[in-house]
């Protein structure tokens, strides 16, 4: 691949790992097509920090093999994204959370979010369009309102129409987070040019353990600039009731994190507010 006169020495465990990730994505796609039962939708609630009141649930993808037994999206997101199997996993999701929400009583004095992780090919990908945007009339129908997942990095390489493509989802009333705030090129500039709803802070600055609680200051200033621009702010990663308290005293919004509740399968009781003293 790296054209003539050149060759490249591979090592036993290099080729022993590409024949894994080969059987992997071989499985993946047999599994997509031929068994969609094997894989499901995990939902974690969003809560708001103040008044413990859940907001929305954000979607995970979750795959159980009977080959390779439960596989993390760390393992098969990265696959379905490189074998063009992503849409046809977004497919299968979209699916199941069509009957879930079809299914749900909503609630009564909101509309709940739900969340959904989008793919960095996906942004620009037509025939992905066309099901996100049927999905969402779905959704709307149901009492839902859809939520996408993209992340910074996501923003800066998918530039070309980017704006218009965006803008055009939100007046179909689907709202834009962006994902994993501050692990990427955290080019603020982009922020108010961009149609954003909703910063969602990496679980990194959080669960930071240092001393100095620098990482405090850097999600204030965050949450200062989001504010400025009318941008709603969750943190990832809540874990213990120490940082619960730390998110009530910086002001956060939203916060969502094993602490507060695992991602789940569907129930009908899944927006219930936090029990207090649950953390
Ligand atoms: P993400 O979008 O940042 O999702 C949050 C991840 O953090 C989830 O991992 C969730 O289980 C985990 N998490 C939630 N609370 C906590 C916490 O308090 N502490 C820690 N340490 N982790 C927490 P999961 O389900 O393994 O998903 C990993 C990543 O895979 C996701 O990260 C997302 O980037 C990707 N992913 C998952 N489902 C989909 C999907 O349907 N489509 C796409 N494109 N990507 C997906
Ligand atoms: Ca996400
Ligand atoms: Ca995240
Ligand atoms: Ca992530």
New binding site residues.
């Given amino acids: 691949q790296q054209g003539r006169a050149q060759f490249q020495l591979f090592d036993r465990q290099q080729s022993i790992e590409v024949e894994q990730s080969q059987r992997l994505a071989e499985s993946l796609r047999r599994e997509l097509k031929q068994c969609p039962e094997h894989f499901s939708?995990?939902y974690?609630p969003l809560y708001s920090v103040q008044s413990g009141e859940c907001v929305g649930l954000?979607?995970?993808?979750?795959w159980k093999s009977p080959v390779h037994g439960v596989v993390?999206?760390?393992a098969f997101?990265p696959l379905a994204?490189s074998r063009g199997l992503?849409n046809a996993?977004?497919a299968r999701?979209f699916e199941i959370i069509r009957q879930d929400l079809a299914n749900s009583k909503g609630h009564k004095l909101f509309i709940p979010i739900i969340a959904?992780?989008?793919?960095a090919q996906?942004i620009s990908d037509p025939v992905f369009e066309r099901m996100l945007l049927d999905f969402a009339r779905d959704v709307r129908t149901s009492g839902w309102q859809l939520e996408v997942?993209l992340?910074e990095s996501q923003l800066m390489t998918q530039i070309d129409g980017l704006h218009e493509r965006l803008q055009n989802w939100r007046r179909r009333g689907i709202r834009i987070a962006i994902?994993?705030f501050g692990t990427g090129y955290s080019c603020l500039a982009y922020l108010h040019s961009l149609p954003v709803d909703k910063l969602?802070i990496?679980?990194q600055f959080l669960?930071a353990q240092t001393e100095s609680r620098k990482e405090d200051q850097i999600m204030y200033a965050i949450m200062s600039m989001a504010n400025a621009l009318g941008i709603e702010v969750l943190a990832?990663?809540?874990?213990t009731a120490e940082q619960l308290t730390r998110l009530k005293q910086l002001g956060c919004a939203i916060g969502?994190?094993?602490?507060l509740a695992?991602?789940q399968p569907w129930r009908n009781d899944l927006l219930a507010p936090l029990m207090p003293g649950s953390v």
């Fill in positions: 939708t995990a974690q954000e979607v995970l993808a979750r993390p999206p760390s997101i994204e992503i996993l977004t999701q959904v992780n989008v793919a996906q997942e992340t994902d994993d969602k990496d679980r669960q990832e990663g809540v874990e969502q994190g094993f602490g695992p991602p």
